[in-house]
Nanobody, 115 residues
Framework: QVQLVESGGGLVQPGGSLGLSCAASGRFLSINTMGWYRQAPGKQRELVAAITRGGVSRYADSVKGRFTISRDNAKNTVVLQMNSLKPEDTAVYYC?????????WGQGTQVTVSS
C-alpha cells in the first residue's frame, strides 16, 4: 500500500509561481513512476507531468517550458514547480504513484490562478 500526501496549492495571480509537493509513505520497496494529474470543473482528469524512478520525465504540451517535475527517491517525494501560471491551469491537482501493477492517488489540492 502507498499513501500519498500532497502539500502546496492555493491562489496565485496569472504569471505567478506555485510549488506542489507529494510525499509517499507505506510499505513498499520502490515506486516506479510518480506524477501529477489535474482535473478542472467539467473536464476529464489529465496528465500534467510524470517522472520515472530513473529520472525520465514527460509533460503535457500545455505545460512544457513552464512546469518542472523533480523527484527524491530516497525521500519518496515528488515536486511540481509551476511557473508562468495561467487561468487555464486552474484545477484540482492530484499526486499519482505507480507501484507494481497498482496506481495510487492523493486526495488532491486546489490550484486557482486568478487576478
Amino acid at each position: 500500500q502507498v499513501q500519498l500526501v500532497e502539500s502546496g496549492g492555493g491562489l496565485v495571480q496569472p504569471g505567478g509561481s506555485l510549488g506542489l509537493s507529494c510525499a509517499a509513505s507505506g510499505r513498499f520497496l520502490s515506486i516506479n513512476t510518480m506524477g501529477w494529474y489535474r482535473q478542472a470543473p467539467g473536464k476529464q482528469r489529465e496528465l500534467v507531468a510524470a517522472i520515472t524512478r530513473g529520472g525520465v520525465s514527460r509533460y503535457a504540451d500545455s505545460v512544457k517550458g513552464r512546469f518542472t517535475i523533480s523527484r527524491d527517491n530516497a525521500k519518496n517525494t515528488v515536486v511540481l514547480q509551476m511557473n508562468s501560471l495561467k487561468p487555464e491551469d486552474t484545477a484540482v491537482y492530484y499526486c499519482n504513484a505507480v507501484y507494481g501493477v497498482s496506481t495510487y492517488w492523493g486526495q488532491g489540492t486546489q490550484v486557482t490562478v486568478s487576478s
